[in-house]
């Protein structure tokens, strides 16, 4: 039913920054909570940042100061900006649609940050 699509994944280089997005469709976006998940090689995956419909926004102590998640209603996008990369931060990024017991995952994108 919903879809998701991410882009802006890629290679940089430590303290360098990229910003995702994901594009929704098949939804009413605006009463979706939207997220960012990630999984690095060998572990499971995590929770990176949430933001709500009412646009309240949660991130993991780790990116917390470096990472920025918001959304855009009309265009029904939410994006992730990355500052201050760390080769830690290496690992699939998903976004994450949630609404009344269901969760949709887009197909991810990868982030690579070089030491």
């Known amino acids: 039913q919903v879809q998701l699509v991410e882009s802006g994944g890629g290679l940089v280089q430590a303290g360098g920054s990229l910003r995702l997005s994901c594009t929704a469709s098949?939804?009413?976006?605006?009463?979706?909570?939207m997220g960012w998940y990630r999984q690095a090689p060998g572990k499971q995956r995590e929770l990176v940042a949430t933001?709500?419909?009412?646009?309240?926004?949660n991130y993991a102590e780790s990116v917390k100061g470096r990472f920025a998640i918001s959304r855009d209603n009309a265009k029904n996008t939410v994006t992730l900006q990355m500052n201050s990369l760390k080769p830690e931060d290496t690992a699939v990024y998903y976004c994450?649609?949630?609404?009344?017991?269901?969760?949709?995952w887009g197909q991810g994108t990868q982030v690579t940050v070089s030491s």
């Open positions: 994450n649609s949630q609404r009344n017991s269901r969760t949709y």
């Open positions: 098949g939804t009413i976006f605006r009463i979706h909570t």
């Open positions: 933001i709500t419909s009412e646009g309240n926004t």
